[in-house]
């Protein structure tokens, strides 16, 4: 069974600052992908980066990247230049090759003061 | 190009009643899935269509199905309605089968009085 697992309900962080969000993750499946979203208070679920379980490179898109490590099992989302506007929550989520269904973890509530 | 359209945004229904919610994919998406979000449970797989075949359930009692039309539109219902059915749906749309290109719909809000 596939498990996501995100241990910081919340975390503060300053208006330009940069910071990481914890995603631990278990599957015995060598072939998978990892997703990060971001579920502002309209509860739209927005799809912010995706690592491969074979992509050599961590993944990054924009202010976004991924900080995959493999052996460790961890797919941390780094959120560089916190903008007042990325507070929301985010998940993380997992998807085994072959089987079209995402498992969640239970999210962080991230604040960005000014 | 148009997003994932859900409809409608919010609902207030009575226990025992069944509602039916409606999912319009991405023009050219063919892989729809539905999911709950509740403050306790957190966001759970309800299942995935493609190509009008459900192809995947999650752990949802029967009074939750859906289907999906030949046009990619999707709908799920949930008969006697329960309190506990009370959640955010949302739906997902994607390419086809493989494709990590998930989009979400806005969801639809769910309240079981």
């Known amino acids: 069974a596939q498990k996501i697992t995100q241990t910081q309900p919340g975390m503060f962080v300053q208006e330009k600052e940069a910071v990481t969000l914890d995603c631990t993750y278990d599957?015995?499946?060598?072939?998978?992908?990892l997703f990060w979203y971001k579920q502002p208070s309209s509860g739209e679920m927005i799809f912010l980066i995706y690592?491969?379980?074979?992509?050599?490179q961590n993944a990054t898109e924009g202010r976004y990247s991924l900080n995959f490590q493999k052996a460790r099992k961890s797919a941390n989302l780094v959120i560089s230049a916190s903008q007042l506007g990325d507070s929301a929550m985010y998940f993380c989520?997992?998807?085994?090759?072959?089987?079209?269904?995402?498992?969640f973890g239970t999210g962080t509530r991230l604040l960005v003061s000014p | 190009k148009a997003g994932v359209t859900q409809t409608p945004r919010y609902l207030i229904k009575t226990r025992g009643q069944q509602v039916t919610l409606s999912c319009s994919p991405i023009?050219?998406?063919?892989?729809v899935s539905w999911y709950q979000q509740t403050p306790g449970q957190g966001l759970q797989f309800l299942f995935e269509y493609f190509s009008e075949t459900q192809r995947n359930k999650g752990n949802f009692p029967g009074r939750f199905s859906g289907r999906q039309f030949s046009n990619s539109r999707s709908e799920m219902n949930v008969s006697t309605l329960e309190l506990g059915d009370s959640a955010l749906y949302l739906c997902a749309s994607s390419l086809d089968e493989g494709s990590y290109g998930y989009t979400f719909g806005s969801g639809t809000r769910l309240t079981v009085v």
């Open positions: 599957t015995s499946d060598p072939s998978y992908g």
């Open positions: 690592q491969g379980s074979y992509d050599q």
């Open positions: 989520a997992m998807r085994v090759t072959g089987f079209q269904k995402l498992v």
């Open positions: 023009s050219g998406h063919r892989s």
